[in-house]
T-cell receptor
Framework: DQQVKQNSPSLSVQEGRISILNCDYT??????FLWYKKYPAEGPTFLIS?????DKNEDGRFTVFLNKSAKHLSLHIVPSQPGDSAVYFC???????????FGKGTLLTVNP | EPEVTQTPSHQVTQMGQEVILRCVPI?????FYWYRQILGQKVEFLVS????????KSEIFDDQFSVERPDGSNFTLKIRSTKLEDSAMYFC??????????????FGPGTRLTVL
């Protein structure tokens, strides 16, 4: 039951360019969405989030866009840096519980 | 900056043995969680805990699993009789505020459990 889907297992971009990571969800009860970054052998690190009452949230080089009608969100990283290379997880929560439902992740590689 | 800590970083055990995974959540947080990630799979929710009781659990969290907050700082996950399929990374997380769906969960570094 894939309620949160990240259809691209990997993405490779050049340093300085934009990275766009995509995420789709199916559960209409989700109302809060988060992006986590994960390095090997470490726990997920919170990056940025967005509430369903907004369609955009920006924090430095990171911007998350939410399209509720399409049940789609994306994470933009501009400009991409080699240190951004990691697995990025999209997660969602909502309804009467607070558990996070994760996507499978996208491995981002930023080449110098 | 406060962070969630977990011990041990790696636990190796024989099938059928009991294991206890330990977590110290961020000190002013009120909600606590356990997740796990089997190699190559997605991060999965196990259980959430608030006010000294389980608030939600997944179908994975069967009678072999239990959680406890034995004192004011530790939060533990016990697996009574481990199975091979329990081998995974186990992540503890905490969030600051009780109630609402806008709380960010902060994760620990994980414990790698290997069941032989």
């Amino acid at each position: 039951d894939q309620q949160v889907k990240q259809n691209s297992p990997s993405l490779s971009v050049q340093e300085g360019r934009i990275s766009i990571l995509n995420c789709d969800y199916t559960n209409s009860m989700f109302d809060y969405f988060l992006w986590y970054k994960k390095y090997p052998a470490e726990g997920p690190t919170f990056l940025i989030s967005i509430s369903s009452i907004k369609d955009k949230n920006e924090d430095g080089r990171f911007t998350v866009f939410l399209n509720k009608s399409a049940k789609h969100l994306s994470l933009h990283i501009v400009p991409s840096q080699p240190g951004d290379s990691a697995v990025y997880f999209c997660a969602a929560t909502g309804g009467s519980n607070y558990k996070l439902t994760f996507g499978k992740g996208t491995l981002l590689t930023v080449n110098p | 900056e406060p962070e969630v800590t977990q011990t041990p970083s790696h636990q190796v055990t024989q099938m059928g043995q009991e294991v206890i995974l330990r977590c110290v959540p961020i000190s002013n947080h009120l909600y606590f969680y356990w997740y796990r990630q089997i190699l190559g799979q997605k991060v999965e929710f196990l259980v959430s805990f608030y006010n000294n009781e389980i608030s939600e659990k997944s179908e994975i969290f069967d009678d072999q699993f239990s959680v406890e907050r034995p004192d004011g700082s530790n939060f533990t996950l016990k697996i009574r009789s481990t199975k091979l399929e329990d081998s995974a990374m186990y992540f503890c997380a905490s969030s600051p505020i009780a109630g609402g769906n806008t709380d960010t969960q902060y994760f620990g570094p994980g414990t790698r459990l290997t069941v032989l």
